[in-house]
């Protein structure tokens, strides 16, 4: 069964300072794709940032990079220059791609960031 | 585009009544899926709908149904409440198409069961 892991519960980041939120994940198939949400205190989650299992290259979006090392099993979300409104916690998830469907969204535990000025 | 909307925002109900949630996906996604977030737990799948069939679903007890409309439009029914049903409730719409099946996420709904 598949299964990702955060280690980091929480974390605190000066404000213009870049953080690093790692993942791990333990699949044997071959076909996923990795996603990355954050979840503000209002509840709703927002997606940030996708790799895909055959992707060669890390994927980027704005402040947003993925570091993925695919023969260790991490996806590791890097933030840039953050910002106070960066203060969330941030979800790692996984899902796998069959034949003709993706499966369910697997996410892990969370890690909190708290950006301080 | 208007995004996933989730109706009601909030709930509070008493055990053993039922429960009836509404999802609208975002326009031209097909695919709905259904999670239950609560703080001991974590996030949970309940269960995806597709073109008006089940298609995945995850460990919950029969209370829990739902049901996918032909204009994609999703409702979830929870019967017999109990406390530990209290939860975010957050739906997801994806295109279902050819390529990367991201989930956009709506608000949610927070249930209080008393």
């Known amino acids: 069964a598949q299964k990702i892991t955060q280690t980091q519960p929480g974390m605190f980041v000066q404000e213009k300072e870049a953080v690093t939120l790692d993942c791990t994940y333990d699949t044997s198939d071959q076909s996923y794709g990795l996603f990355w949400y954050k979840q503000p205190s209002s509840g709703e989650m927002i997606f940030l940032i996708y790799q895909g299992s055959y992707d060669e290259q890390n994927a980027t979006e704005g402040r947003y990079s993925l570091n993925f090392q695919k023969a260790r099993k991490s996806a590791n979300l890097v933030i840039s220059a953050s910002q106070l409104g960066d203060s969330a916690m941030y979800f790692c998830?996984?899902?796998?791609?069959?034949?003709?469907?993706?499966?369910?969204?697997?996410f892990g535990a969370g890690t909190q960031v708290v950006v301080t000025p | 585009k208007a995004g996933v909307t989730q109706t009601p925002r909030y709930l509070i109900k008493t055990r053993g009544q039922q429960v009836t949630l509404s999802c609208s996906p975002i326009?031209?996604?097909?695919?709905v899926s259904w999670y239950q977030q609560t703080p001991g737990q974590g996030l949970q799948f309940l269960f995806e709908?597709?073109?008006?069939?089940?298609?995945n679903k995850g460990n919950f007890p029969g209370r829990f149904s739902g049901r996918q409309f032909s204009n994609s439009r999703s409702e979830m029914n929870v019967s017999t409440l109990e406390l530990g049903d209290s939860a975010l409730y957050l739906c997801?719409?994806?295109?279902?198409?050819?390529?990367?099946?991201?989930?956009?996420f709506g608000p949610g709904t927070r249930l209080l069961v008393l």
């Open positions: 998830a996984m899902r796998l791609m069959t034949t003709d469907s993706w499966g369910k969204l697997q």
């Open positions: 997801a719409s994806s295109l279902a198409g050819a390529g990367v099946e991201t989930q956009y």
């Open positions: 326009s031209g996604h097909r695919s």
């Open positions: 709908y597709f073109s008006e069939t089940q298609r």
